[in-house]
């Protein structure tokens, strides 16, 4: 796997693009590249063999369809009237429907990925839509994301540059962790600012529809013309009642975010408005560690992550449980402390790793994936996460992704 790194003014850079962008254009084995929301997998949509790649390397079951991103407004142009050069088309009515523009005159390039209605004939590879009517496209906001996108001249085909089923990738070492052995290029950009996935809304329906929440946030979207009666069409938010409607956004169904590790997530004290894990919360961490001991395991290793940092020498009680660890004064943001759980009579039952990834929800959602990541190759039994209070901004977007990784039935 080739890394490359992203230094201005730095030709062997631009070198290293032009050849992922070739690479792109003559190979089927996908590319994994930086977005600014989680790492992408990306092929050229136009080509069925390249588009059939991705859902290899993933082991993506093949009725989820795939994001199409673009450089420019002219390359999505032509992905919707393919008869027709757009550019050349401006007298004409905009191929682009109208309810959009608001949209990405405001948030693209960024976060947000609407529907459109695939042109027929279709200039994707059929691979890219499943069978649907429709295609999810979105401009990216980072730089080395729109220059592979324009250099080859395509546009690409991506998913999250995770295996299926796991959290999504956020840095390239994340990629590699999942990818390795089946792709064989890897663009470093960093870790990506957003952290998690664009907001996919559907603006073809009336009123039109929120399918996932994720970067631009649905009092971003409400504020657009047109989008004022914006219903929410998944299933946890708030709005909804927990009742949504059926899955639109066919990738709502199967397993997602998972961590090897079974996930907790504590949502109660969002509702009581209180800060942290409460010692009633650390109480049920206890009696889940003291049966799994009881069940005959040898220790129990678990995970907590949660928005307060660590306090030098402050250990984690939980009833009878404590955690003595070496801890240490300024905590690193995702530095995992470790300590040792005892039980009451003082003999070690297991691990204990604890990580702190901030208050704002802007934070926490850039730093998710990055931790569940993290505390998974610890290999604990448990991962408990702290919820955070999931208003219409960016904590919509993980709480979604924390219900999906800690629901016991994924159906
Ligand atoms: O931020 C992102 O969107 C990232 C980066 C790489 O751009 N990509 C991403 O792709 O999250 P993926 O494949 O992991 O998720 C795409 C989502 C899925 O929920 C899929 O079902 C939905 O978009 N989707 C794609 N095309 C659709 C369509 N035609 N109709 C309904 N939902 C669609
Ligand atoms: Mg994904």
Redesign the pocket.
Known sequence: VGSWELASEDNGSLKVLKEAAEYLRSKDTPVGFP?E????LGADATRSASVKGIYSAKRRPQD????V?VSDLDMLRRLLAPEMNGSANTQQTDVIPEIYKPLISRFWPG?L?I?LPNSEPSKLAPEV?AG?K???A?M?SSPLALSLIKLANRPLA???ANASTRPSATTASDVLEDMDGRIELILDGGSCQVGV??T?VDGLCSPPVV??P?GVTLDEIRSCQGWEDVQIAYKDHAETNGKGEAP?????KYKHYSPKARVILYEAFVADGAKGISQEDLAKIEALATSAHQAGQASTNIGVIRTEKWTSGAGLRCGSLQAKGKSQDGVVELDVQESELLNKEGAVVGKLFDLSIGQDAKSVAQGLFQALRELDRRKPDLIFVEGIPDKNDIAAAVMNRLRKAAAEIRS
């Open positions: 977005t929301t989680v790492y992408g989820n369809p795939l994001i991103h976060p990925t529907l839509t649907l429709t295609f999810g979105r990216p991506a998913p999250s996935e664009s996919v399918l996932r994720g639109r956004a066919p990738g709502m």
